[in-house]
């Protein structure tokens, strides 16, 4: 258990559906991000969010939408997704400070049909 | 643009037998230096870390990882191996002093395989 919740832990959608994952971190921490794990590629970040407020989206298409609306809680919401999108989506949580480290949710297996 | 290479992509091993994973960064300043490791099923969780001081830095279950600036690398080292150590292992790189820590580049991952 690392503090960091993500529901659900897996999904299916297709590509007209709209859903959204959950992110929920009981660390204190006020820094979440979002990142993607596809097959063979590394991890990739997504969205950056500090103290609710989004500092970085990383070129990611408007298909994927992020809400942060605490510091607890982030979620991403998605639409009209392709089957690529299919991946392990992982949060994260850091202190926003110095030389700490990020921790990571169990992630959500999102498979597009 | 900055990035983070892992040259061993599968590594099998006996138990017993010394582990050395390979990482290099690219970037032109200071950088704080992690490994992750995702054991089957379960969550990135952190190995060990350098941020400053000694390069030489010890991590939980025995792994340790060495930074040398002068060749960008850092890396994973543990004496013998256990079954239990099977997992895939992650470098990762943030920019050093911001306070965005969770900001990483990740390399894409050794797949590391235990025989016993």
């Known amino acids: 258990e690392t503090g960091v919740t993500q529901t659900p832990r897996h999904l299916v959608m297709g590509m007209t559906n709209k859903k959204s994952l959950k992110c929920e971190q009981h660390?204190?921490?006020?820094?979440m991000y979002w990142y993607k794990q596809s097959a063979k590629k590394p991890l990739e970040l997504m969205f950056v969010y500090n103290f609710k407020e989004q500092t970085e989206n990383n070129s990611v298409p408007s298909r994927f939408s992020p809400e942060c609306p605490n510091s607890s809680h982030l979620f991403l919401h998605l639409h009209t997704l392709q089957p690529e999108d299919s991946a392990l989506y992982l949060c994260a949580s850091s202190q926003d400070r110095e030389n700490t480290e990020a921790f990571f949710g169990q992630g959500t297996r999102l498979t597009v049909v | 643009a900055q990035s983070v290479s892992q040259h061993n992509h599968h590594v099998i091993l006996s138990e017993a037998a010394s582990l050395e994973l390979g990482c290099n960064y690219s970037?032109?300043?200071?950088?704080?230096l992690f490994w992750y490791v995702q054991y089957p099923g379960q969550h990135l969780q952190l190995l060990l870390k350098y941020f400053s001081g000694d390069p030489l830095v010890k991590g939980i279950k025995g792994f340790e990882a060495e930074f040398i600036k002068s060749k960008f690398s850092f890396n994973l080292r543990k004496p013998s191996v256990q079954w239990s150590d099977t997992a895939e292992y992650f470098c990762a790189v943030s920019l050093h002093g911001s306070s965005n820590t969770g900001k990483l580049i990740f390399g894409q991952g050794t797949t590391l395989q235990v025989k016993p």
């Open positions: 660390l204190g921490h006020n820094a």
């Open positions: 970037y032109g300043g200071t950088v704080n």
